[in-house]
């Protein structure tokens, strides 16, 4: 496994793994974090998030 969150591979990613965040609003941040929602949706969440609490992450629609 190469670095996913890191370098190159994030030239490959829609917006260059860039874009806001859904559940702290942050714009043009890096969304590198996957989050699985209770009701078995995913969404890609910035550094900051990847360990919010679950309760943030479901608020998220
Ligand atoms: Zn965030």
Do not use: E, F
């Not at 496994?1 to 829609?14: C, D, E, T, V």
């Amino acid at each position: 496994m190469s670095k996913p969150h890191r370098g190159r591979a994030l030239w490959k990613m829609p917006s260059r793994g860039r874009g806001t965040c859904p559940v702290c609003s942050a714009a043009r941040i890096k969304l590198l974090y996957t989050k699985n929602k209770t009701d078995g949706g995913q969404i890609q969440v910035c550094k900051r998030c990847a360990k919010a609490s679950s309760d943030r992450i479901d608020a998220v629609n």
